[in-house]
């Protein structure tokens, strides 16, 4: 980087420039972008928050517990969700506590790198990577007397940041240890997540496997007749891609929103390949980059960047000027498109460098949120799509199910009335990634699906049950389905009187066929 473009937090670092780690100099680069103030950091305030959510109890009981042994040492702990926003703060120091409300590092304030400037816990978000900020590093000079470690913290079962633990102590105090203890208290937090999930199994990574590149196939929503919201999404981006504009798909987990642009821009233009490129884990983001971005250059390769909420900034900043740069090559003469001008279009002057009709290789986004998308790539987007959930498409429920399961099969397969009724009244939450499981899992098993051949949590509306009570829910619900199997025999198998068994039946909520 060159001195001129040097932040202006390092004119005055204690450090010479060319011991301050790049990752720290990006960090107050942003910051001075955000408009955050180099003298006193002026956090927002929110003032409500979620603390029922399972992420906030589980971090509550891991920091109360360190809070128990760490009581007479001069060390803050706080829980922050995914925005930055502090949950809770615990410390034996009262000296310390009125210094930390004093910089508003308390609960209800917003110490994201956009609200408080470079910060530990801000970071460490931006980065989704245990961080350790000391003294004179962070960017706003009234937080130079604290040392801030934090460390994120991922949902085990969906992969999602959930938000991070956060340790700050006085700048004077040894801090060698800081960083490891909350990364200590990260991991806690995240298998006590997991202890109490209800049975979900964490999200499995192949071994080795650091990200994927993958050409996305014609999946069933492609193939098949839809519903007005999936193809009125799918219209609405083909218009869009068409137009040359940059399209974020945003929605729920599963709901197919790399399905949706790859559709879109299979109507745009048949490429010869179209590729899905998944987000990598933080420490990966060179080679990520490199495997992938060269492609670009590739008129004939459509990208699908997916998960673009899970990117560290760091690598949405890198990703940014590589998007742009190929574009302006391929706009430029004998480039690419050999000169094709750029058309106009309703996006700033940054989505304008990126837009026009070229024959250069295409690429959209997915995400769950737009405001959810890193700065640097939101600010490329021209065009967002909303991606409805599948409990907002019934209507395309038995179609998929046909189609899931005869992939699954490698032949046709008959679902019974009940079983339909089943996969019909289910809400989803895990969209049509979860459907594809339950039709695979059952598809392999039979030639006609019926409800006994369904997950029990398909026939049953009681939600979050403790293990116990989900076993048994399981066990009634594999005992009742059986074919003719009348219930006074399933009484008797289940050890439990008749009137028993309607009585549980009411109260987990099980619709038998």
């Known amino acids: 980087m060159d001195d001129h473009a040097l932040p202006s937090r390092a004119q005055v670092h204690t450090a010479p420039m060319a011991a301050i780690p790049a990752r720290l100099l990006a960090s107050w680069q942003r910051s001075e972008d955000y408009g955050v103030p180099l003298d006193e950091v002026q956090p927002v305030f929110t003032g409500t928050y979620d603390d029922e959510s399972l992420f906030s109890e589980c971090g509550r009981e891991v920091l109360a517990e360190l809070h128990s042994t760490l009581a007479s040492e001069p060390v803050g702990l706080m829980l922050t969700d995914a925005d930055g926003l502090v949950l809770n703060r615990l410390s034996g120091d009262h000296q310390l506590l009125q210094a930390l409300d004093q910089v508003h590092l308390a609960p209800g304030f917003s110490y994201s790198e956009r609200a408080a400037g470079t910060n530990g816990l801000g970071l460490a ?98 193939e098949l007749e839809l519903s007005g919201a999936w193809t009125d999404a799918v219209a609405r981006a083909v218009e869009a891609l068409r137009d040359g504009r940059i399209v974020a798909a945003v929605g729920e987990r599963g709901s197919g929103r790399a399905t949706l642009l790859a ?40 990208f699908v960047i997916c998960d673009t909420d899970q990117l560290p900034v760091a690598a949405a900043e890198r990703l940014r000027e590589l998007l742009i740069s190929s574009r302006r090559r391929a706009d430029s003469p004998g480039g690419a498109s050999g000169g094709a001008p750029a058309q106009a279009g309703s996006a700033g002057a940054s989505g304008a460098a990126t837009r026009g009709a070229t024959t250069s290789g295409s690429y959209a986004m997915s995400a769950e949120r737009f405001d959810s998308i890193p700065a640097p790539l939101a600010s490329l987007v021209d065009t967002v799509i909303q991606v409805p959930p599948l409990r907002e498409r019934v209507a395309d429920i038995l179609p998929l199910a046909d189609r899931l399961a005869l992939r699954a099969r490698g032949r046709r397969v008959d679902i019974t009335p009940a079983a339909a009724r089943a996969l019909i009244d289910y809400a989803w939450p895990g969209n049509v990634a979860e459907l594809a499981s339950v039709m695979k899992e059952a598809a392999v098993r039979t030639d006609a699906i019926e409800a006994r051949h369904l997950p029990p949590e398909l026939l049953s509306r009681a939600e979050h049950l403790p293990r116990i009570k989900a076993f048994e829910r399981d066990e009634m619900v594999r005992v009742l389905t059986r074919p003719g199997i009348a219930v006074e025999d399933a009484a008797a198998e289940l050890g439990m009187s008749r009137a028993t068994v309607y009585r549980k039946l009411a109260l987990y909520g099980i619709r038998l066929p």
Not at 173 to 189: D, F, K, V, W
Not at 277 to 297: G, M, N, Y
């Open 125 to 222: 978000l931006a980065d989704r990577v245990p961080t350790l900020v000391r003294a004179d590093d962070h960017y706003a000079r009234s937080l130079c007397g604290y040392t801030c470690a934090a460390a994120p913290i991922f949902d085990p079962v969906t992969g999602r940041l959930e938000g991070a633990v956060n340790f700050t102590t006085w700048s004077d105090a040894r801090s060698e240890l800081l960083l490891a203890l909350a990364q200590t208290a990260a991991n806690s937090t995240a298998n006590l997540m997991l202890a109490r999930s209800h049975g979900h199994r964490p999200r499995r990574t192949a071994r080795g496997q650091v990200f994927r590149i993958e050409p996305l196939r014609h999946a069933p929503e492609t």
């Open 263 to 302: 559709q879109a821009e299979r109507q745009v233009g048949p490429r010869d390949r179209l590729l899905a490129v998944h987000a990598p884990e933080p420490h990966d983001v060179e080679s990520w980059l490199s495997f992938w971005t060269p492609e670009l250059a590739h008129p004939q390769t459509g």
